[in-house]
């Protein structure tokens, strides 16, 4: 299975740094301009959580959305706009587009990518669940449009749980790509059979256990909040354990004045928005002291700027097109990933 050659991380580190940050007036200004285009072009801007706040802020204040990617896709889907412009990574960009290929879909970039993409290509995936045809493939939204092609089901990991449980509940056997450490986890939570891609989110990966147990003895009131694309030591350390939004959600409930936090550091702007009075603080990523030093921000979802916002939508370049052979085949594990939370939120809706 592939392996992420280390100059692709490097190309990206060097991508995503700014030139020199904006003044002020610099960024009240492409915020301004980048709203008027979007009301110009009849255009919502759709952003993830691990963007840039500013960009986060401005996608609220104009009416688009911030959103895990399981939302992105659903709001992408449901809004009326004619152009989606999706800030975040390129398979999100590819989703958007596969759920509704009437539409333009811009991104800032087309450079930024993910590390489980880039780990799971289709050709070597494809020849392993031909070894295993007898399984079911479940994929990750994190995957290119050829792989969700050759996949049954995609999840995102705010439903991942619950579709492979109902899965299992069918009596089938998995396989599972491309996040390892998420894929275990479910394993582990499900007693699911899963035969597991050994792909790892360079972000996650980076959590360190020992260090995050030194961090909890210096800050005994916090309670800890992880993704599950960390390392097993890192989630056993965890209060909450949960896709962005619900770690968002563990944030607001749990009763703790501190988080320490174990996934893109994106995610503090909409956790201090809805808890202005709790602290997070960065799980750390290195090193043997209790401070974070490392970056816990995925270089990929900082390529999405400002200016690059605005020139996108200006010369309308960075336009996410989808091989129209893979579309159908793409778009019947998404559908059927939207379908089944639609089906759990109303039974939900139901219960309550
Ligand atoms: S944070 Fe990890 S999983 Fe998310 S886009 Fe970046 S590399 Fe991919």
New binding site residues.
């Given amino acids: 299975m592939s392996q992420i050659p280390e100059r692709i991380l490097v190309q990206a580190h060097l991508a995503a740094k700014q030139p020199k940050p904006l003044t002020p007036e610099q960024e009240a200004s492409l915020r301004a301009e980048i709203a008027a285009e979007l009301k110009k072009q009849d255009a919502v801007l759709v952003a993830h959580y ?1 963007c840039d706040p500013v960009l986060q802020a401005l996608a609220e204040e104009t009416g688009g959305c911030v959103a895990d990617s399981l939302e992105m896709a659903r709001f992408g889907s449901q809004h009326p706009a004619s152009t989606l412009l999706v800030a ?2 390129k398979f999100m960009g590819e989703t958007a587009k596969i759920l509704n290929p009437e539409k333009r879909v811009l991104m800032p970039t087309l450079e930024a ?5 880039l780990g799971c290509p289709v050709e070597e995936f494809a020849a392993f669940c031909d070894q295993h045809p007898e399984r079911t493939v479940v994929v990750y939204a ?1 995957t290119s449009a050829a792989v969700k092609a050759r996949a049954d089901w995609v999840v995102t990991s705010s439903c991942a749980l619950e579709i492979v449980e109902s899965l299992m509940d069918n009596g089938e056997k998995l396989i599972w790509a491309p ?1 390892q450490h998420l894929g275990r986890y479910i394993q582990r939570e499900t007693g699911a059979d899963m035969l597991l891609w050994d792909g790892a ?4 990966e980076e959590f360190k256990a020992k260090q995050l147990a030194d961090m909890k003895v210096l800050y005994p009131e916090a309670a800890v909040l992880v993704h599950p ?1 960390s390392p097993e030591a890192v989630i056993e350390l965890a209060d909450a354990v949960g896709s962005t939004s619900q770690l968002i959600k563990a944030a607001q409930t749990l009763p703790n004045p501190t988080f320490i936090v174990a996934t ?1 550091r994106g995610i503090f702007y909409k956790m201090q928005q809805l808890c202005p009075d709790k602290e997070f603080i960065e799980a750390p990523t290195a090193g043997s002291g209790a401070t974070c030093r490392s970056c816990a921000h ?4 900082a390529m999405n700027t400002l200016e690059r916002t605005l020139h996108t939508l200006r010369e309308g370049s960075n336009e996410i097109l989808v091989d129209s052979a893979l579309v159908p085949r793409a778009v019947k594990p998404l559908k059927r990933m939207l379908d089944f939370t639609q089906a759990a939120r109303l039974r939900l809706a139901g219960n309550a």
């Fill in positions: 691990y975040g990574v990518t993910c590390s489980l993409d994190n996040d989110c360079i972000v996650h694309e893109d995925c270089p990929w979802m």
